[in-house]
């Protein structure tokens, strides 16, 4: 059993985050998680919630107001006298649920002292109770630190008497050092790493000598790098070339390479130049760029979508258009606002649409429409949607 529902649109689920770690802070049990155990249905697992629940909190945005959930969940708060509704975007919430007061969030980015998330913890205070948060640990006892114990004392040298010779007085001297036993255990592990020192130096070197080959084989395969200018257009092979005839043929000296053979006009359509093999020449072109604009859309909603000019209600509305697309760069370049009636103001995603003075006539109702036009460069894409403004007049 949780102490809060919380009734949102998906689309605000990142938004409606922030709302749930605070009220979890505060101390509240809070049901917002809309994914379904399997085996079980949808339904069910909603409706068994939000009937355990102390509290129904619903989040009004400009996607809520137009959810058909969103509207049932918070009818059936309103129903046991435990809704409480909360306004993230700027937006007129539906008809039936405008008696209630809102609390104010628009623009909250988790501030504790906001005017609006106060209000929102006083009514939920009011409804539900004080939270219970949960004691803070005990304090850890200062432990206390163990003197260190006290460094034993060396004896001092013991002196013998040294030789002096042709009869002199002998003078106290140091005692020479005993030779310490030698350790077999000791000898033998440092005889271990020594060995393996020298394991690795002979890896070491070995793999110095493999890259030095690898190298010169690679230079080996490329050949001399290729010359420029006019000397490398005379370099140029070909495939077939024109062998001629003993007499006739050159013979090359000792000190002067052979010349090459030129083909003539009628033997150049059967030479072809050989590939050539510089690195230049063997760079692949560099592909082109493209975002195909498959699964790019473009939605449009109006908010409100129906005034009652019986209500005193000015024929404006709020018109969003919202273009979803699988690439994170993707920016729309213009929009382009067309209505039946009234006039826009503003630019960009959303505008305002002022109907101005509106004549029914004998008519009860009439419907307004607006068309917008969404256009990006990179890439190439346009798309045209269109949404209603309903204008009713049923006066009692």
């Known amino acids: 059993m949780s102490d809060i529902f919380v009734s949102y649109d998906n689309e605000d689920r ?10 979890e802070g505060e101390g509240w049990s809070v049901w917002w998680d809309r994914h379904i155990p399997a085996g079980k249905n949808f339904d069910d697992v ?13 989040v009004w945005t400009v996607q809520s107001v137009l959810s058909r959930w969103v509207k049932t969940e918070a009818s059936d708060g309103a129903e046991r006298g435990v809704l409480i509704p909360v306004l993230l975007d700027d937006v007129r919430p539906p008809f039936e649920f405008r008696r209630l007061q809102a609390a104010r969030l628009v623009g909250w980015a988790g501030e504790a002292d906001h005017e609006g998330y106060v209000a929102l913890l006083n009514s939920l205070a009011d409804l539900l109770g004080e939270p ?11 432990r206390e630190k163990t003197p260190p114990a006290a460094r034993p004392v060396r004896p001092a040298a013991q002196t013998h008497a040294s030789a002096a010779p042709d009869g002199l007085p002998t003078l106290p001297g140091p005692r020479a050092a005993e030779p310490a036993p030698r350790d077999a255990a000791g000898e033998a592990a440092g005889g271990t790493q020594r060995f393996r020192r020298a394991g690795l130096i002979v890896m070491l070197a070995a793999g110095i000598a493999v890259l030095a080959i690898a190298a010169a084989y690679m230079l080996s395969a490329t050949g001399p790098p290729a010359e420029s200018g006019a ?16 007499d006739s043929a050159p013979q090359p ?8 053979a030129t083909p003539t006009a009628g033997q150049t359509a059967a030479a072809t130049p050989a590939q050539d093999s510089t690195p230049e020449a063997q760079q ?15 939605g449009v909603t109006v908010n ?4 009652d000019l019986c209500l005193d209600e000015k024929p404006v509305t709020q018109v969003k258009a919202v273009v979803r697309s699988p690439y994170r760069s993707l920016t729309v370049d213009s929009y382009k606002y067309k209505v ?11 505008v305002k649409w002022d109907l101005g003075p509106v004549q029914l006539g004998s008519a009860l109702e009439r419907d307004f429409k607006v068309e917008v036009t969404a256009e990006t460069i990179l890439p190439a894409w346009t798309a045209t949607e269109s949404a209603t403004f309903k204008v009713i007049k049923y006066c009692r």
């Open 132 to 142: 219970h948060k949960p004691a803070p640990p005990p304090p850890q006892p200062a």
């Open 231 to 246: 000397t490398q257009n005379q370099n140029v092979t070909y495939a077939a070339t024109p062998q001629p005839t003993p």
């Open 253 to 260: 000296t000792p000190t002067q390479s052979p010349p090459r």
């Open 14 to 23: 990142d938004r409606v985050r922030s709302l749930v770690r605070a009220l």
């Open 340 to 350: 039946s009636a009234g006039t826009v103001t503003g630019e960009g995603s959303a």
């Open 304 to 307: 409100p979508r129906i005034i």
């Open 46 to 58: 909603i409706e068994q919630a939000i009937g355990e629940a102390r509290c129904v909190l619903v």
């Open 284 to 298: 692949s072109p560099t592909p082109a760029i493209s975002m195909p604009n498959a699964g790019i859309t473009l």
